[in-house]
């Protein structure tokens, strides 16, 4: 079984896109696909901005990553398609479980620098903990580990690569750099 799971369409569950009770249902039947201890990784759309739900079933946690700067909180109609999904999901596997999900915001998510980069930054978010295989994606947000994408960067004519900005700071030209994003 795979470690991580995922919605192949998130706009079916983003926002306008059915009753909660329809996008509920399709989020716990690919929860059901899964054998519950997976990280489940759900993009979603509240409206004109991206931002990643990560599901985990048998604990019955939930984390928000929202790459847009400020204090952000979970968009109720996410939480209650999340909560109504895990709902279905414990009927399925016969488990009365918790009376409430344990939603989790981790505040180390690097931030959009300005309003169109949503959609960047949430992809770049499942690259970086699928690439972790420790699963510890929880410490690393929280510790801000995952600014290193915080990189603007030009290839200059002759190859090398100039680092323009590096989490806010200028740097020089580097030689001998490969590129493999």
């Known amino acids: 079984m795979w470690q991580y799971g995922w919605l192949y369409r998130p706009a079916t569950v983003s926002a306008n896109s059915g009753t909660i009770t329809e996008r509920s249902r399709l989020v716990a039947a690919r929860l059901q696909k899964t054998d519950g201890e997976q990280i489940f990784m759900m993009p979603y759309n509240p409206g004109r901005h991206w931002i990643l739900l990560i599901v985990r079933a048998k604990r019955e946690t939930v984390y928000f990553l929202d790459p847009l700067p400020g204090n952000r909180v979970v968009d109720e109609e ?43 930054y949430v992809m770049r978010f499942m690259r970086d903990i699928i690439m972790d295989p420790s699963l510890g994606f929880e410490n690393k947000v929280r510790r801000n580990y995952l600014h290193t994408f915080h990189v603007v960067f030009c290839i200059i004519n002759d190859g090398r690569v100039k680092l323009t900005s590096l989490n806010g700071y200028t740097t020089s030209v580097m030689k001998n750099i490969v590129v493999c994003d």
């Not at 300005?114 to 960047?120: F, T």
């Open 78 to 120: 996410a939480k209650n398609i999340v909560n109504s999904a895990l709902k279905i999901y414990n009927t399925h596997i016969a488990r009365a479980g918790r009376k409430n999900v344990i939603w989790k915001t981790l505040s180390g998510t690097p931030k959009q620098p300005s309003n169109v980069e949503c959609g960047y």
